[in-house]
Structure formats: C-alpha cells, structure tokens
C-alpha cells in the first residue's frame, strides 16, 4: 500500500487546485506528473482527457479506471456598471450553499482572483423575501472592483471561470474538510491504486476524465477510444448520515468505507462486477458499504453503454456536502477504496481472463 501521508498529501494537492469543467488544466498537470514513470503511456485527447497504459501481459483484459478531474463551478455571464459580476451554474449547484461563499476566479492570463457571493442585505428584504431561498438570479460576485472597466482591467470578463475558494484541512483525528472531493476522492484512488500495481503484469487504462458535472462527457469519448473489457468508475458520492436524514434514506455513510453501486440513475451496474466487488471485500476484510439511494449518475452510465457493451462498476468514497464549497471526508473510507480497487484489479484480471 502506498502511505497515508501520501494519500493525504495528494487529495489536499489534487482538492486546492483549480479545475471547472472545461478548464481541468492544474488537475491534469498533477496526475500528469502523478503517473510519469510508474505507466508505459500518457496521452490527452482532444476534449483534454488524459489517458494512461499501464500495459502488461496479453491473456489479461483491459481494465480501465475512471475519475474525473471536473468540478463543479461557475460561469461569468454579466458584467453590470458598478462592477458586480452574474453568473451561471457549470455543474449541479444547490441555490442554497452559493450565498456569502469566497470564491476565486481565473483570468483571461490565467491569475486567480478571489471574490465574494453577494446578495440584497437582510435588513433590505421585504417580509416574503425573508423565507425564501436565494435563488441564483439574485445572486451577483464582489471582486472589489467599482466599475465594469475595471473588472476588465482586473482581467475578468464574460466568459471567466470560477470555483470556490475552500483549502482542503485535517478535520479531527480521521476526517478532513475540502472543496471538490467529488471527484478528487476518485483520482487520489486511481492514481494510488496504479501505483501499487505498477510491477504487476495487468492491463490498466487510467483515464482522468473531463467534463463529468456537465454531463459525463470526457468518459463518453475517452472509452470509445480505449475500448476496455471491463471498466470501474471511481467517485466522490453523497453521504447522507446526519440530522434529519431517515435511516432508510442514508444512502451512504462515513467509516463504513468504500460504496459498491448497484444502481443509480445513470446505470444498473454489472451483476458480475457487483460481485467480484463484494468478493474481494469479504475475503480481504475491507469494509465496504452499498450505495442505498438510485439517485445520481457517474461516468460508468457512458462507458457501459460504449460500442457493444462494457461490463462496468462504480466505487465511491463517502463525502458528506458535496456540490457545495466543501465536503468532509473519512481518511480511512478512502484508503479502503484503494485496497477494494487494486484488489478488483488483481481478481478481475484473472475472472475476466482472455481463452
């Protein structure tokens, strides 16, 4: 196994950085550099995938692994006169987290900027106003400017993106806090995991895909390229185990570790898959937990679905609060998750075994 240290340092590294979809460009350099020397090939696509091999002998299948580097963010759509910014959503935002976030934004020269979510001041809303959500209409970004000429001298304009501004910290003894770990859980296992397999003679293509929040499009064109035998998607998923939340309706929680995908609303995951899933968790010891609520979609609803068909299954690490300006995460659900994947790895290579 590759060292909790290691895996801590590279979530905060790959849950810093800054990567909407479309602009993945700090979170593939890092997996980039991540996987130099440990596989036989890395290439980026035309859509800004990045695609390794780690090649190894011919009667294994190909095993791909996916993560995706997107994040959820936002889109500059307006600039007014006193040099508020408007905005839109790139990925699935709920209204409510959005009010009096820091955020940060990139320029057109690519410096980030920090910025404030603002809104009509509570002592100005009218008495219905006071019980409603603010939607994302009424919301505008302070970058501090007091003119939309110098909100372009700043280098914003139309067309700039942003994310929130959240550093990623240790959150007591054994769970941490950050932005994005949907899906920078996933990358820090795939790329763990390739690690720890590196001598061995199976046939893994990582792909760190784009675009996901938007509507899984990376994964979409990355595996008709690849054309795996069988493929795993590696996610960040909800976590449902806090106040309010009926015990039948969590539909997973932190410390009961990685969550095994039956299915969601994107996929009925492969019986076999599902399977050989829960075998390597049992005879391993790795606790393990199921994904109770179909609710949602992962990368694995396109790559299921290439060319003729790939058996296909989804591992997530349990992140409470995710699409919001931070998720908490259990340490050890996550080094679970890199056992449970190097673990389908080893045994999905010989179950899958070309005649």
């Not at 596989?39 to 980026?44: A, Q, Y």
């Not at 791909?64 to 600039?79: K, N, P, R, S, Y």
Request: net charge neutral.
């Amino acid at each position: 196994m590759v060292s909790r240290e290691y895996v801590l340092e590279l979530l905060e590294k790959l849950s810093n950085a800054f990567s909407p979809p479309g602009f993945e460009d700090e979170v593939r350099n890092i997996v980039r550099e991540e996987l130099e020397g440990i596989v036989d090939e890395i290439r980026v696509d035309a859509l800004g995938n990045l695609i390794a091999y780690k090649r190894g002998s011919d009667k294994y299948p190909s095993i791909m692994l996916d993560a995706h580097m997107d994040e959820v963010g936002f889109l500059i759509t307006h600039i007014d006169k006193k040099g508020f910014l408007r905005f839109q959503p790139l990925g699935g935002f709920d209204d409510r987290v959005l009010y009096a976030q820091q955020v940060m934004i990139m320029t057109k020269d690519g410096k980030k900027i920090p910025g404030f979510i603002g809104a009509k001041p509570p002592h100005l809303l009218k008495p219905e106003e006071r019980t409603k959500i603010i939607s994302i209409d009424e919301l505008f970004i302070d970058i501090g400017a007091s003119s939309d000429k110098e909100v372009r001298e700043i280098g914003v304009d139309i067309g700039c993106v942003g994310t929130f501004a959240t550093r990623f910290r240790i959150l007591g003894k054994k769970r941490v806090l950050g932005k994005a770990f949907d899906d920078r859980a996933g990358l820090t296992a795939m790329i763990s995991a390739l690690k720890i397999l590196k001598d061995t003679d199976y046939n893994i293509i990582a792909v760190a895909s784009v675009q996901e929040e938007v509507g899984l499009r990376g994964a979409r064109t990355a595996a008709w390229q690849v054309s795996p035998d069988i493929a795993l998607a590696l996610e960040g998923t909800a976590a449902a185990d806090i106040p309010g939340i009926p015990e039948h309706k969590e539909s997973t929680a932190l410390g009961k570790g990685p969550a095994i995908t039956i299915a969601d609303r994107s996929i009925i995951a492969h019986p076999k898959i599902v399977r050989l899933l829960i075998s390597v968790a049992e005879e391993r010891e790795i606790p393990y937990q199921f994904k109770r609520v179909i609710a949602g979609g992962t990368d694995a609803g396109v790559i299921h679905l290439t060319k003729a068909g790939v058996p296909s299954g989804v591992v997530s690490v349990p992140c409470r609060y995710i699409h919001s300006s931070a998720a908490v995460m259990d340490i050890n659900d996550l080094e679970n998750a890199i056992k449970l994947v190097v673990g389908f790895v080893e045994k999905a290579s010989k179950e899958f075994i070309k005649k």
